[in-house]
């Protein structure tokens, strides 16, 4: 059973840092491409960066490029977010999703609140 566990959310004051991990279990980690996507209530889920098998070639949303960046470590089957210069728009609940041959799979998600 394929498992994905999202955690380093919480709340942060504008203008700071959190850095989200997805952990894997259940799947061949190194082989699947990896994404980070995010929801606030009432709007459909929305891209925020993917990175490839080996890591490279990450790719940001616009709203989000110059200030996340996307990681991951095959070794350790997780994935990473840092997440810089936050803004209150940032509030979401971010979700990560494999893809690894036809399938894909979601976490449960970790909350993000930026406020002050």
């Known amino acids: 059973q394929v498992t994905l566990v999202e955690s380093g959310g919480g709340l942060v004051q504008p203008g700071g840092s959190l850095r989200l991990s997805c952990v894997a279990s259940?799947?061949?980690?190194?082989?699947?491409?990896m994404k980070w996507y995010r929801q606030t209530p009432g709007k459909e889920r929305e891209f925020v960066a993917t990175?490839?098998?080996?890591?490279?070639?990450?790719n940001y949303a616009d709203s989000v490029k110059g200030r996340f960046t996307i990681s991951r470590d095959n070794a350790k089957n997780t994935m990473y977010l840092q997440m810089n210069a936050l803004k209150p728009e940032d509030t979401a609940v971010y979700y990560c999703?494999?893809?690894?041959?036809?399938?894909?799979?979601w976490g449960q998600g970790t909350q993000v609140t930026v406020s002050s």
């Open positions: 259940g799947l061949t980690f190194r082989m699947a491409t």
């Open positions: 990175i490839t098998q080996s890591g490279g070639s990450p």
């Open positions: 999703k494999a893809l690894l041959e036809l399938s894909a799979y």
